[in-house]
């Protein structure tokens, strides 16, 4: 869990910066069981955020463990 860039709402963050030399951030929440929504940004020159590219992530899931579990 991390703080969102887009809208202000939990979610899982998954900062790709911290493993090789890349900008890109995902976030990612839950919709449904085994069916989750993800955008993804990368960094602006100007220090903004570029628009936002949305995936789904469904398929088959061990059982769910939440943020506060």
Do not use: C, K
């Not at 991390?2 to 839950?30: C, H, K, W």
């Amino acid at each position: 869990m991390g703080p969102p860039l887009i809208d202000g709402q939990p979610s899982y963050i998954m900062d790709y910066g911290a493993f090789n030399d890349t900008t890109l951030v995902d976030e990612i929440r839950r919709l449904d069981e085994g069916v989750y929504l993800g955008v993804g940004t990368t960094a602006t020159e100007d220090g903004g955020r570029s628009a936002n590219g949305h995936f789904a992530l469904v398929g088959p899931t061990d059982e769910w463990v939440g943020a506060e579990e």
